[in-house]
């Protein structure tokens, strides 16, 4: 009856939805991701930051696009002095309040980059997560469409510094007031009409998920999704969802050919946006960036404090998931002029503009693409006892061998010689240290290489190579030489910790 008991109150491990572990193996490969992305923010000026996970709820603000959770999608919580507090929903919004709290210290304009795990409280599904990592940069304090083209540029760069070669992605621009014009000629303008200008936003947002017909009962009564969820629509009448679509379908030709079928098909209300757009196209121009940044009218980004420019970076590769389904990874970041942001706090205009990178989602893609080394780094050398007894002897070994600037660890388990080669196998050691009574009586360690020595278990014996290999696999040397021999066979197989 006891064990029954206990056995029923021992935990379910578990765990929680829209959340996931991540292996040595993928840890790693997100190392080398943020290298290269953080090289090609610096290349262009940029300097670090870190802000806090937890911000207080109100400096966050109430901008996503997600309403159908408690606390509008964010993770919130009160704490003792009835403060209400809560987990970062991106990393844009915690920047505001920085730049805020230490404006007078900070240069103008102020260019920073910050990465991060960000947190969600959304409905988890495929490829939706309640947490991920994002990699921000941004410019506050410069309204130039400069800072806009550069961010497009810097978007394309790091692109292409992760191994995605030009014609496999493509950055996409448009800006958010050309559609405020369009909105505003169908009698959506003004504070009264923002709740439903929003819906229209998020709306058109859904465009690559959802195709125009989609978008269309998005615009107009509402659309039941697969799983027979009712989203509520703008209500436009069928001559305004019309105009909207009109609107943001495609185009072809320069930027400024672009420009102008849009200013035709938009009308003079959305001129300001045409005439940013335009000069965000003549930089970008300049710069040679032509064929990697295009202006597009449907890119319009699903947060609410986007007041100007907008990007987004689409991988054009469609490949083959592991069960040979076709796969479309569509945005893998995006970003835009936020100038009402930084504002809250100061109550004076703060322009500011920015990109952020889906790291997770990228990295995702970039495996599957085979672009980025999803292998885990090489595990460490692993000295194995024979005698209890000398344990001293064996970590002044590991010691030698850390103070020679190589990953070294001692088994610390209860197993003999065979459950310690099996655990170095685990643990991915290239090779693997021996020292029994004979060994200690000579002076001698036994070095054994574990990469080798799977290679040859393989071949032949009657192969010509197959005793030289089996000799390289394991040999002996002077306890002098440990550090030297160690390095011998890390360098046959071209490892580095680095």
Known sequence: MNDKSAKSNKLKARLPRGLGDRSPAEIAATRRMLETIRQVYELYGFEPVETPAIEYTDALGKFLPDQDRPNEGVFSF????????SLRYDLTAPLARY?????????????SYRFGWVFRNEKPGPGRFRQFMQFDADTVGSASPAADAEICMMAADTMEG???PRGSYVVKVNNRKVLDGVLESINLGGEANAGRRLTVMRAID??????????????GPGRKDESGDFTKGAGLQPDAIDRVLASISPRSGSHEQIVAQLLQTCGDKSSDGLSELGAIGSLLHASGYDDRVRIDPSVVRGLEYYTGPVFEVELLIETKDEKGRPVRFGSVGGGGRYDGLVSRFRGEPVPATGFSIGVSRLQAALTLIGKLDSKPAPGPVVVT???????????????????AGL??????GAGKF????????????PCVVIQGSDEKAKGEVQIKDLILGAEIAGLSKDRDDYLQKQADA????????????VRKVLGRHRISWE
Not at 418 to 429: E, L, N, S, T, V
């Open 162 to 164: 992760l191994g995605i």
């Open 474 to 485: 394991q040999f002996a040397v002077p306890e002098e030489g440990l550090v030297e021999a």
């Open 407 to 412: 990953r070294a660890e001692l088994y610390l």
């Open 418 to 429: 065979g459950p310690q080669m099996k655990y170095a196998d685990k643990r991915g050691a």
């Open 385 to 403: 006892v024979f005698d209890q007894a000398r344990l001293a002897d064996y970590q002044r070994m590991v010691a030698t061998l850390r103070a």
């Open 99 to 111: 730049v805020a709290e230490n404006f007078d210290a900070l240069p103008k304009p102020y260019r």
């Open 78 to 85: 009160q704490d003792d002095d009835e403060q209400w507090l």
């Open 206 to 219: 859904k465009l690559d998920r959802l195709g125009e017909d989609g978008v269309r009962l998005l615009l």
